[in-house]
């Protein structure tokens, strides 16, 4: 069963940093490109990221509302992707997804990490 | 960017109708558009990819057309675990993009 857990949300300020973990199970996450998509409260979705399998030299593609403020990496001998958010601003709070990218669909979700800014 | 745009935003239905919802790429996309289900407190669903693959285990009235510009997905005889909120994407080029989702709701 392919399985994604998201992990690392929380309340954090203005201007301070977050890590979400995905570990996955049920896939060798090294096969696969992974994207994260967020959803603010109320909101439809909004992809952020996406990291390229090793085999396509793990490049990396951002929204332009997170780019130079967000990274994403990916250690697949523990079979978890990551997405690193500093300089969060409010309108950055909402629900973080990670997802398997698989030929541009994104084909399986995790349940998703609550991320709040606020002071 | 490409521009995705849905309609309707929303629309009411009752168990058994049909029901079309229309996705617009801002410029061509092939097919590369997918269509995902939300319900609510819950991540999404892959429905349909490639414009009109069923993903696994979806069930056969959902159904998905189009290339190009213009997209549809149609659900025949809606049933009770339909009503959600339904979102195309386009996986022709970065960044990847999503459509505003239309909300599904009883009549």
């Known amino acids: 069963e392919v399985r994604l857990v998201e992990s690392g949300g929380g309340l954090v300020q203005p201007g301070r940093s977050l890590r979400l973990t995905c570990t996955v199970s049920g896939f060798t996450l090294g096969d696969y490109a992974m994207s994260w998509v967020r959803q603010a409260p109320g909101k439809g979705l909004e992809w952020v990221a996406f990291?390229?399998?090793?085999?396509?030299?793990?490049?990396?593609e951002y929204a332009a509302s997170v780019k130079g403020r967000f990274t994403v990496s990916r250690d697949d001998s523990k079979n978890t992707a990551y997405l690193q958010m500093n300089s969060l601003k409010t309108e950055d709070t909402a629900v973080y997804y990670c997802?398997?990218?698989?030929?541009?669909?994104?084909?399986?979700w995790g349940q998703g990490t609550l991320v709040t800014v606020s002071s | 960017d490409i521009q995705m745009t849905q309609s309707p935003s929303s629309v009411s239905a009752s168990v058994g109708d049909r029901v079309t919802i229309t996705c617009r790429a801002s410029q061509g996309i092939s097919s590369s558009l997918a269509w995902y289900q939300q319900k609510p407190g819950k991540a999404p669903d892959l429905l349909i990819y490639?414009?009109?693959t069923l993903q696994s285990g979806v069930p056969s009235r959902f159904s998905g057309s189009g290339s190009g510009t213009g997209f549809t997905l149609t659900i025949d005889s809606l049933q009770p675990e339909d009503f959600a909120t339904y979102y195309c994407?386009?996986?022709?080029?970065?960044?990847?993009?999503f459509g505003q989702g239309t909300k599904v709701e009883i009549k």
């Open positions: 994407q386009q996986g022709n080029s970065f960044p990847r993009t």
């Open positions: 490639a414009a009109s």
């Open positions: 997802s398997r990218d698989h030929n541009n669909v994104l084909t399986d």
């Open positions: 990291i390229r399998v090793k085999a396509y030299g793990g490049t990396r």
